[in-house]
């Protein structure tokens, strides 16, 4: 074909139709996991069960339109077009209903997200599927293979288009309710262009209401609620969605559903969470805490860590956050101000300890996509970088979410053993009396070192921080039994199947107490506060709060 064929060319309507079917069926994919996530998790099996699903569906679509495919119309391509678009309003106005509802399946964890992804994403799938047999019956070419070469190279070229438009296009810019809208006007206008331009009345006055309905749907979403508080803020980021959410005097940040930052609006130096306390631990194990002067943070969230290291000690302070929407909404919502002391590198943060040539005295990581930390930053090569980058006497820290004991300890126990491969001490720190799922902070320093308990609090004794850690000194583990526990690496990825045993379970969350609500009392409340919280120190009792994950 020359480039002027190229730019004449003008599709046949049964081309039009596949084209658009693969823009259409390849953003329903990707926009699947933006609306199960937040209810369900975006580990792999969340990822791989909506694939599974949708995979599924169209190879059905494809079965049962080849088998009626030799009495395949241009009206009835029409009405597929049309009938997709009408699940597309029932995914958005009903979506959350039934993620809600299938939630409370009795099915073992891993599986708990396949209902609604059959549910929501299967039939709109089912439905494309047919298109492509269709088209291929329908085209002008000569010859089967010839027909079905051209028919599944447009599909194939408008799968790109639908993925790269709604990744990179779509996501970062509009609501999932926006982009459902999209998808469903398009499938329509689609649906109008095959029967123009004698538009027969019953698809056109379908057509008419079809799009009606979809923006129905998309303006007028199904009342509810909130019981999390007033949402002050809330995007789709390239990364997760993204909510600011204000109950009393605490406002918290959630991505993807799961609590990462809070900050009491009346005490903004308060820790809301407790275990952002224990982020300042690596400073009983410096041999001198006025020769810390660089300290790297991996995970930025409401940048409390950051912030509080800035205010108290005398350091520079580089925050790794992967999401620029999260930086600009902590400067707005979170009181994050940079000073000359604070630098933010908008990147990966295992890319920006290999491509830095920075050294630190303290490295915290406290990096979350939902309720893990991601899979390339808990392996020994990993932590052999980290340690690299810390001077000779540095310090690491890892926030962990995992039980004590058990079998929701097992991923806590991989990533004591994994740290303990490399660094010289490693020490573990409970944030909660119980043996339910919590923050673990897990410290571990660059040199030889033996700290007990004891020794650590008499530092803490010593030591003016502006911060009393007895209590998180008292939290002191012993070395946990990591004989049955794998040391985690790039090449085997276990971390999954090691976060198994804790779905489905309830995880504690300490917080310190005030006497206001922060909204966590709540047992429905969205799964987990991860990532930071607000400045400084707390004072008053604990409050536990627990979620069910």
């Known amino acids: ?113 396949l209902p609604s992804s059959i549910i929501l994403f299967g039939p709109p799938t089912y439905l494309l599927g047919f298109i492509s047999p269709y088209a291929a019956e329908l085209s002008r070419k000569e010859g089967t293979g010839e027909a079905s070469g051209h028919v599944y190279a447009l599909g194939t070229i408008g799968s790109i288009l639908g993925s790269a438009a709604t990744t ?9 309710d926006t982009i459902g809208l999209v998808f469903g006007v398009t499938l329509v206008a689609t649906a109008i262009a095959i029967e123009a331009p004698s538009l027969p009345q019953k698809p056109t006055l379908a057509s008419v209401g079809i799009a009606v309905l979809l923006i129905v749907a998309t303006g007028a979403g199904p009342v509810a609620l909130d019981h999390r508080g007033d949402v002050v803020h809330q995007t789709q980021t390239a990364y997760q969605e993204l909510e600011v959410v204000d109950d009393g005097d605490v406002r918290t940040l959630y991505l993807d559903g799961a609590r990462h930052s809070a900050m009491d609006l009346e005490e903004r130096e308060r820790h809301v969470f407790e275990y952002t306390r224990y982020f300042h631990l690596p400073m009983l194990m410096t041999d001198d805490v006025e020769d810390v002067d660089d300290v790297l943070f991996i995970g ?50 295992r890319q920006y300890l290999q491509n830095t040539e920075e050294t630190y005295d303290v490295i915290v990581l406290d990096a979350y996509k939902k309720d893990q930390v991601p899979f390339h930053l808990t392996t020994v090569e990993f932590m052999e970088l980290a340690s690299d980058r810390l001077a000779d006497d540095g310090v690491f820290h890892a926030n962990v979410i995992a039980a004590p004991t058990g079998a929701a300890g097992e991923f806590y126990r991989a990533q004591w053993k994994t740290m303990d491969e490399v660094f010289g001490g490693t020490y573990a720190f409970r944030t909660s009396s119980t043996n339910e799922i919590q923050n673990i902070e897990i410290t571990a320093t660059n040199a030889e070192t033996d700290f007990s308990e004891a020794d650590l609090a008499e530092r803490n004794d010593e030591r003016d921080l502006g911060i009393d850690l007895s209590d998180e000194v008292e939290n002191y583990m012993d070395e946990p039994d990591t004989s049955d526990a794998p040391v985690l690496r790039d090449d085997r990825g276990e971390v999954d199947s090691l976060l198994d045993p804790m779905l489905g379970q309830r995880y504690v969350i300490e917080e310190t107490g005030d006497g206001s609500s922060s909204g966590g009392d709540d047992p429905s409340a969205p799964a987990i506060a991860l990532g930071t919280a607000p400045l400084a120190v707390a004072a008053g009792p604990k409050k536990r709060v627990s979620v069910e994950r």
């Open 300 to 349: 930025g969230g409401g940048y409390t860590g950051p912030k509080d290291f800035e205010r108290r000690y005398d350091v520079d302070v580089d925050v790794v956050e992967i999401d620029p929407e999260v930086t600009d909404t902590a400067e707005e919502y979170f009181s994050l101000e940079h000073g000359e002391n604070m630098t933010t590198h908008t990147v990966d943060g």
């Open 168 to 176: 990179f296009v779509l996501i970062p810019a509009l609501t999932v």
């Open 1 to 113: 074909m020359t480039a002027r064929t190229a730019l004449s060319y003008r599709p046949a309507k049964p081309e039009l139709a596949v084209f658009v079917s693969g823009i259409t069926s390849m953003g329903i994919e990707i926009l699947a996991l933006r609306i199960v996530a937040p209810q369900f998790g975006s580990h792999i099996y969340t990822v791989g069960g909506i694939m599974t699903v949708c995979l599924a569906a169209l190879s059905l679509g494809y079965w049962q339109g080849g088998k009626r495919a030799a009495d395949a119309t241009d009206r009835e391509m029409t009405w597929l077009l049309l009938g997709t678009a009408v699940y597309m309003a029932v995914v958005i106005y009903a979506s959350d209903m039934l993620l809600s509802q299938t939630s409370a399946l009795a099915l073992p964890a891993r599986y708990a997200a």
